[in-house]
Structures are given as structure tokens and as C-alpha cells.
């Protein structure tokens, strides 16, 4: 997944500059959550935990967007 204007990497590149490591936890967590709505099976609460996902690109790490790497556990 990929989000072209995150709100956190832009706030953290306003407040504290350019960041080494990516900075958008939230985000990490609602792919993996999309994920697990949209390709999941069962109930919500079956769904929980199904799907991982991993930052491998920031705004505030001077990219172009955040990128996304999300995987089924």
C-alpha cells in the first residue's frame, strides 16, 4: 500500500525534520487492518492479527510517499 501525503511523516518532517527510520506507526497498522477486512475470513475478531505490515518508505525520509509491505502471518 501506499499513502502519498501521511500525516505523520509530514508532521514529524514540520516538528523534527528528516528522520532516519520511517515514522508512521498508524499507518503500518491500518494496511494491515485493510488487509485483513478485505481478504480475511470469519468474523472481525477471527481477522485481528492475520496480517502483518512493515514500512519500507517515509516522507520524512526524504521519499516520494510511504510505502507499505503488508503480509498474511
Known sequence: MEALNGYEALG???YKGEAKEPQC???TGVAAGIMA???GEGT???RVGTYGSEESH???CQE???KF???LL
Do not use: G
Open 64 to 66: 516520494t510517499s510511504c
Open 12 to 14: 514529524y518532517l514540520e
Open 44 to 46: 472481525v475478531e477471527e
Open 25 to 27: 506507526f498508524t499507518l
Open 58 to 60: 517515509c516522507i520524512c
Open 37 to 39: 477486512l478485505l481478504h
Open 69 to 71: 509491505q503488508v503480509e
